[in-house]
T-cell receptor, first 114, second 114 residues
Framework: KNQVEQSPQSLIILEGKNCTLQCNYTVSPFSNLRWYKQDTGRGPVSLTIMTFSENTKSNGRYTATLDADTKQSSLHITASQLSDSASYICVVSAYDTNAGKSTFGDGTTLTVKP | DAMVIQNPRYQVTQFGKPVTLSCSQTLNHNVMYWYQQKSSQAPKLLFHYYDKDFNNEADTPDNFQSRRPNTSFCFLDIRSPGLGDAAMYLC?????????????FGPGTRLTVL
């Protein structure tokens, strides 16, 4: 069964600090991995997307890494801001002829305090 | 800007009273999805359309139906809402031709059942 596990479940950091969120998956055959940011009461917004051959991808202060051998990904946030407070969701897609087969993690809730 | 639009943003209905949520997109994507997301949980795929081809998830209750009259619009019909159907409903789109099959989400409709 395809699964995506994220850790920690929640995290509180001070403004300006860095943090790293983890995502482990068992989705097979692997197609791509995406990180989304979801503000409270809003839809998820894509941060990064990586395929098998990509090890790292950056989007401003967000840097995602992917180790396809160990089936692990991380999202590193640099110099956190209050607006980074949100849920961060890891989504992994299996290669499939049927569009839409994605497995969602339960998310990490990040709170940035002043 | 090309986007995914959901209306209304907030919907209140009574127990058992049919309700329809709408989604429109200007991305011209051929795949549209409906997700149900309850508090602090990952979005759960209800069904998706690949063009006019409807794909229902095995565990989606019969109470949930969908219509896609054209490429731009997709509707979610809840025939007899129960208290357990109160949730955020997310619409998303993707293009099957895209290398990454990345999903773009709308802002969501928050459904309250009284």
């Amino acid at each position: 069964k395809n699964q995506v596990e994220q850790s920690p479940q929640s995290l509180i950091i001070l403004e300006g600090k860095n943090c790293t969120l983890q995502c482990n998956y068992t989705v097979s055959p692997f197609s791509n991995l995406r990180w989304y940011k979801q503000d409270t009461g809003r839809g998820p917004v894509s941060l990064t997307i990586m395929t098998f051959s990509e090890n790292t991808k950056s989007n401003g202060r967000y840097t995602a890494t992917l180790d396809a051998d160990t089936k692990q990904s991380s999202l590193h946030i640099t110099a956190s801001q209050l607006s980074d407070s949100a849920s961060y969701i890891c989504v992994v897609s299996a290669y499939d002829t049927n569009a839409g087969k994605s497995t969602f993690g339960d998310g990490t809730t990040l709170t940035v305090k002043p | 800007d090309a986007m995914v639009i959901q209306n209304p943003r907030y919907q209140v209905t009574q127990f058992g009273k049919p309700v329809t949520l709408s989604c429109s997109q200007t991305l011209n994507h051929n795949v549209m999805y409906w997700y149900q997301q309850k508090s602090s949980q990952a979005p759960k795929l209800l069904f998706h359309y690949y063009d006019k081809d409807f794909n229902n998830e095995a565990d989606t209750p019969d109470n949930f139906q969908s219509r896609r009259p054209n490429t731009s619009f997709c509707f979610l019909d809840i025939r007899s809402p129960g208290l357990g159907d109160a949730a955020m409903y997310l619409c998303a789109t993707s293009t099957r031709q895209g290398r990454y099959n990345e999903q773009f989400f709308g802002p969501g409709t928050r459904l309250t059942v009284l």
